[in-house]
Each structure stands twice: as structure tokens, then as C-alpha cells.
């Protein structure tokens, strides 16, 4: 008995309407709004798919802090006193990019569908690595993530340090140095202040816990990084803490701790473990999760900052 | 003869070391803030240079790639770097452009006095050094994955540069930057995705001996180079770049036209040349090379309609890079002339980097003497800025293809290998292109050189001229290059590999 | 249908949606909307290759996985900065639009 490929069939479908809707809808604000719909759908989508790791990420950052991101924006913009009525593009210009379109996805249709079988996978290869280079872990995303390809891993965390300097950048020249000021709201309301006492010590805990548990079930620092940022742009919103200064000091160590934890064991690798981001065998799995640790914080740091915006010199909004 | 590239050779370290060395200074630039990120900045560039050119001695010595397993653990489940003599040349292309954009931006980017720290100030040394610290990964990367992260970093930091100045203009154009080159990252992706579908690794070696040409690598491929071709402005994906190059800063528009349209272009040999050369890819490298044929027309013609000095100079980027995409069909093929060919790109890449940096300082230098950048009224000013027009007039060289220089060399082995390969037909918009560099060139020469009152507002520190003129003489020095350099080119280019005759 | 050719028939969908977003709305939010509808199609593609690479007792190929957590902090890296460049020239200037010839005033831009 399956009801599951109707209820695939039925996933499927909402995803693509709330996708089709999010591209078509006239109002901007309504498209961000089915966006973030639109994400949380797709991480059932990856559930069903056997990734709950990716899973995590997609609700956590890719449609939680995204859609933080985007309704502050949509907020924003749709404030605009006179926005500029949008020029809509001619009928054929339409027609012809849509027949594009299909095209496109037509052919990435089919080549999906001619991929080689046997499916050629590296999961075999992590297998046997998994007592050697990958260090026990039992998550084998954890060891990929933090072993076989770190090298990328810690590039990745520089991209989200470079990306800060970048929004900080577009402030204005005398703003430098002060908070930034997209999350704050314009007076703590009482509901937002009790959510916020209630559910941030919760998920702190529950972040906390899914980083540890990453190293052998799904998880990691990511996901967990991503709810305790979540948690502290709650408590920022809730005006219970302040937004940092973009100059304050521990703020910059803590935004670049990850990486360079991470730099300072990669380049220890080579003396102590033969290879540059080696790790020593005895040792891996302690250093792993050292670093991890570190890059929870400045995931913590670095994705509300992301969301937070330019320096404003304006003490509100 | 296929080199063994799975294993870490003795002096792979310092492949590691090139890459991590502008990482570390970009977080020590972020936590020391305040005046350090510009000397931490400037005091590199001499370590950079100088594992740049043991680097290319290295890859002399041994007459092939130099590689780095990374953690120990061999492709395909770690990631391997490799440098072969493309990679040495362009590494120390790299470290001399960013050393001299990191001089040249003294002027405009040091922190002023009285102030702790300022936004332009750490904004600018940062995303200098992750501009060089994304290059080097580009030049050596083995990985294809690992390549869309660096690509993804040069994009993170080439943007702010653009709108460092906070005008609406740049805002705008930077916008339409990131957007190209987030379209161009992501079609870029989706080709790995394919690839590594297809057949279980990114590494570029192991995949150069799996591809065989399926649909399924085709696509791949198609996506990879549509999303590479938009990163590197090729006529018609151009439209982000003139806007964006003429309204950054000169330091940054010389760094942004010299060197990061050129990563991604090198990121397209290493698909066509590199992962695929077991595939007929005789007809795309035409496609490639009729694009960059329309390029060099369209963008040689709309520069010499510019009124503004520097979007003449970026419009003549677009131009330069379609000379770029005629190595496609040059090259491609295991006869001798395609050697010819693939020295005639590099050359290319290398004499455009040089010229066109020399001629973005300049003309920073020049807007900040006259206190604008219009064309028309440049009358006389040669007189007033002697040492900038001689550096205008040596890229202009260059960019025509007069000899001596570099440009020169690129643009007669390019007539070398369409004639000894009998596509004379690449002859016409090589040649067409010199003739309308010359018009753009004189027209902005010629204004200059004549009688004329002009007045200056400042006159620019010899040093900076000094420092522009210098890049301007290497384009020149490269129409020197004797046989040796084009050898050391060769080195680790595969073109004969798979079933090919 | 099985559920990965579903999935396959989803994300190249969306890839094709996102394209048609890109190119055809004028509005710099609505094109960011439609790049991330992309990247959520090639991370589609991802999964269902690390789905059909199931072996060795593993459910699933840990790479590929591995790649779709990078993507996607690294696309969330990317919506912030474009969101932040987009906010900054509305305040700025009162629109938002891509064309910077719509600020070129007829004499040129000024130094530098």
C-alpha cells in the first residue's frame, strides 16, 4: 500500500505552484512572502530525499535567515514613497525568454535523466576513509565537511567574512564604526519581548546540541551556528541586547575566530600530521569538534550581522 | 604521455602557502583593523611575489606541474592543487599587478589622520588582498568544486570594490555585477553537479580521463561555459562590465580589468583544454571564437564613441578579451600550430593585464590632475602630463598590436596559427581590431598631443606616475620573450590525451 | 514516477522559473528572488545525485551533500550583500533600478 508517490506527487506540486507564484506575483512583497513558504516546503522535499542534514541547513538558513533577509528588505522597499512604476517587458520579449526558459529546463531534464547507471558515488571511498582521514566520525557529511574537503569548508567561512566586510561597506562614511540598524523594531512589543525570553535559552540549548551531535548523526556546525544565530537576532529584535558596534573588538574576533582556528590547525597539519589540514590520527576527532566549536561562533556572529545590515548613524530608524 | 598528477610532489607546499598567504592577511587585516589592513597589505605583496616566482622556478626545474594533495588524502575524495606553466606565468602576472595597484592605492585608500579607522580604508586593503588570495586558488585549483568557492570569493570581493565611492551610479553598477556573475557562478555549478553525476569526481586530471561525449557532458559543459562567459563580459554577456570598470576607482578598475575578468577566462581553458580535450570540440571552439570575434568589433567600435576617458578604456576591455576567446579555435587540436595558438593566448592575457592596468592608472592619475575625464577637453594636456601620456601611448602600443610589444607577439602568432592552420578567416577580426585600437588609441593621443592652453588642478607624485609607467614597459618587455617563455607555457598541457590521433 | 525523477522534474523546473525571473523582472529584489530559485534547482540536482549514489551501507553520498550545505550559506552570503547594495541605492536615490545610465547627467561623471 503506498500513498507515499501521491504524497510526492503532491509535494512536488506545491513547491512548483509557490515557486510559479513567487515569480508571477504582482505585489514584491507577496513574492518574498511565498519565497520563504517556498523554502520550508523544500525541506521536506530533502527529507524525503535522505539528506535531513541539508534539511536542517535549508529551514535554518536557507529559508529561515534568508527570509529574514528578504522581508526586511520587502519591508522596505514596498515603504518607497514613489516607486518607479515597473516598465513590464514587451509580450514577445516574454514569449521568447520563456521558450528559453523551457529549453533550459528541458535539457537539464534530460540530462538528469541520462545519467550513467551504475551511479558512479564516492560513498564508498568515505566509507573506508571514514576510521582513518575521517576520524571516527560517524556523520560522514561531518567528515566530508571538516576532513576530506576542508579545504572548502574554511574558504566558505572566509566568503561569509568577506560578505560582511561587504555590507558593511555600502554604509555611509560617517556611519562607520556604529551599529548597524535593520533588525531593530521601533519599540520592544510586549509579545516579542516574552517570546523572546521564553524561546531563546530553549534554543540555545537545542543549537547547541545539534552542532555536538553533528559529529555522528545529523547535524553539525552549520545548522546548530544557524539557531543560535537565530536566537540572538530574536533577542536583538526583542531589544533585550543591543546591536554591536561594528568596531567593537569582539565582534571582529568573534566573526573571524572560525577561520582562524581553522588556518592555525591547517597550517599545524603540516608539521604535526604530515600535510597541510592534516589532522593527527589520535587527535582528529578532539581538533574536529575544537574547530567546529569555533565556527559555530562565527556562524553565530556572522549570519545576524549579515541580516543587521550596513553602519546607520541614526540611533533608530 | 600522461603525467602522474594524483600525488603530492616535493615542493607542492608551496602551492598552500601562495593561497594562505593573503588569507592570513585578511584576517589579521579584519582584527587589528584601524591602519594595519594597508601595511599588512603592502608588506605581503613581496612574500607574494616571491613564492610566485619559486613557484614558476619550480615548474622550470621539473618541466611539469608541481601538485599538493591537500591533508594527504588523493583525489577523488580530497582535492589536489596543481601549478603548470600557465599557472606560474599568471601567478606572477597576479603579484605584480596587485603590488602595484597596493602602491598605487596609497594615495586614495590610506586611512586619513585623525581618524582610528575609515570604511574605504579597510574595505579597499581587505578585498585587494581577497581578490589575489581568490586568483591564486583560481591559477592552481585542481578542483572544480573548490574553483566555484574561489570563484564565488573573487565575486564577494571585486563588487564592493565597485561601489566603494557610495555614489548611486556605482551602487547600480556593482548591482548588475553581482547579479551577472551570481547567474554566472550558479550555471557554473550546475555543470558540476552534471559532471560529478556523470562521473563521481570534480577533480580536473581524474575527469580528463573519464568524460567521453555524452549528452550528459555536453550539457555539462554548455553550462559550465555560459556561466564562465558571463563572468568574463564575452560580447553579448558584457553589458555589467563598462559601467562597472569606468566608475570604480582607477586602483580597483585596473585590478578588475587586468586580473579578475581574466580568472574566469582561465577557468574556461582549464574546461576546453584541460577536462575536455578528449572531446570533438572543434565546432564550439568556432562558436567561441565568432563570439570573440563579435567582440572585438563591437567593442573596439563602441569605444571609439565614448566621450569619457575611462569607459573608453573599459569598452576596450570588452574588445581585448574577444582576442582572448580566439585561442578556442587556435588551439584546440594536437598539430604544432596550435602551440602557437595557446602561446598566442597567454600572451594575450598577459599583455592586456599589463597595458590595460597602466592605462586605468593613468587615467586615475589624469582625472585627478584635470579634475574630469572628458575627451574633448584633454587639448594640450600632454604637455602638462608628459609621463602619463608616454604610459597611454606604451599600452596603446600594446593594445594595437604594434611592435614591439606584447600585444604585437600575441596578435602575429594569432596570424601564425590561423594561416598555419588554414582558418585564415581569424585573420580579418584580428587585424579589423588593431585598426579600430588605433582609432581609440588616437583619439585619445591626438587631442593631447596638440596646442593647447590647459591647466592643471594638481600634478600627480612622480612615484605613481612612475609606478604606471613601469606596468605600461613590461607590456612592452613582453614582445621580448624569447622561445624559452613560450616552452615554459607548454608545460603540463595536456593535448594529447584520450583517443586523439 | 519515482520520487527522484520528481525531484529531477522539480529542479529542473526551477531552474527554468528562476531563469525566466532573472532575465525578465526589472525590479533588483525580484531578480534575487529568481536567482535563488536557481540555486535551489542546482541544489536539487545535487541531492539527487547524492541520492542515487546510495552504497556502502550509507543512505545517501556524503559529498554532494556535503557541497549543498556550502551553497547554500554561500547563496544566503550573496542575497545579503545584493540585499544590502539594494537598500543602500534606494536610500540613496529613491529607486532602485539597474541601469546606472539613469544617473549619467549629459556632461559625464566627474573624476576619478
Redesign the interface.
Known sequence: MSL??FL??IL?GL??GV??F??TARD?FA??VG?VAYGLL?AF??I????P??AL??AA??SG??GV??I???K??GA?????P??Q?PLT??LL??V???L???A??AA??L?PDP??????E???AADSAGAGLGN??T???MS??SF??ML?KL??IL?VV??WS??ADKAWGSAPA?LRQPKATAPMVFLAQMLAPVGVLIGIHIFWTGANAPG?A?QGGALLAAMWMVIMMAQLAKLPRIDAQWLRVALVSGPAVFLIFGLAGEVTAGSFFAYPHSLAKPIILFIEAFMVLSITAA?PM??A??PSERPDR | MIAELGTTTPDGYLLVLAILLPLVGIILSFILGGRSPERVALYSTPFGFALACAIAFHVGQAGKPIVYTIGGLPPP?GIALRADGISAVMLIAAAVIVTAAAFYARA?FATPHGVRESRSSLTFWIMLQAIWAALTIIFVGGDL?NLY?AL?LL??AA??LV?ID????T??????Y??FA??GS?SY??GV??F??AY?TMDIWLLAQRVQATPVVWTAAALMTVGLLAKTALFPLHLWLP?AHA?A??AASAVLSGLVVKGSFFLTLRLWFYVLPALPTDKIAAVLGWLGSAAIIAGSIIALRQ??LKLLIAYSTVAQIGYLFLVFPLATGTQSWGAIGWSAGLMQLLAHAFAKAAMFFSA?LL??A?????IAKLGGAARVLPLTFLTIALGGLSLMGLPPSGGFSAKWLMLQASIASGQWLWTLPILAGSLLAAGYVYRILAPALSDGQISLESAPKRSYEAIALALAMIAIALGFAPQTFFDFLEIGRPWRLGNHD | ?T?L??????????????????????????????????????????????????????????????????????????????????????A?????????E???KP??????
Not at chain 1, 551511479?119 to 564508498?124: G, K, V, W
Open positions: 507515499r508517490p510526492d506527487v512536488a513547491v512548483l515557486a510559479i513567487t515569480i514584491l513574492a518574498v519565497y523544500l522535499v530533502w524525503r530525499l535522505y539528506a542534514d541539508v541547513t535549508e538558513v536557507g535567515v534568508t533577509l528578504l526586511t528588505a520587502g522596505r522597499l518607497l514613497k514613489n516607486p518607479a515597473e516598465a517587458p520579449l516574454k525568454i520563456g528559453l526558459a523551457v533550459v529546463a528541458g537539464l531534464g538528469i535523466l545519467l551511479p558512479p558515488s564516492l560513498a564508498p568515505a566509507a573506508a560522514p557529511i567528515a566530508v565537511l576530506y574537503r572548502d569548508t566558505e566568503v561569509l560578505a561587504g555590507v555600502v554604509g535593520e553539525g552549520f549570519l549579515l541580516v545590515g550596513p | 575524495l586614495k568544486f568557492v564565488e565575486t564577494f563588487v564592493p561601489c557610495g555614489r548611486p551610479e551602487l547600480a553598477a556593482a548591482l548588475r553581482l547579479l551570481l547567474f550558479i555549478l550546475l553537479a552534471l560529478y553525476g563521481g559601467p566608475n576607482p582607477a566621450a569619457r586615475g582625472a585627478e584635470l579634475g574630469h575625464d572628458q | 514516477m520520487p525523477m520528481l525531484a529531477g522534474l522539480v529542479g529542473a523546473s526551477l531552474v527554468g522559473l528562476g531563469l525566466y525571473g532573472l532575465i525578465l523582472h526589472p525590479h533588483p529584489l525580484r531578480k534575487l528572488l529568481a536567482f535563488n530559485l536557481i540555486g535551489n534547482g542546482v541544489f536539487l540536482v545535487f541531492g539527487i545525485v547524492a541520492r542515487r549514489g546510495a552504497a556502502a551501507g550509507f543512505r545517501f553520498d556524503p559529498v554532494p551533500q556535503a557541497m549543498i550545505i556550502t551553497g547554500i550559506v554561500v547563496a544566503f552570503a550573496a542575497s545579503a550583500l545584493a540585499v544590502a547594495i539594494i537598500l543602500r541605492l534606494s540613496e536615490s529613491g529607486r532602485v533600478t539597474l541601469d546606472p539613469a544617473w549619467t556632461n559625464g561623471g566627474d573624476a576619478t
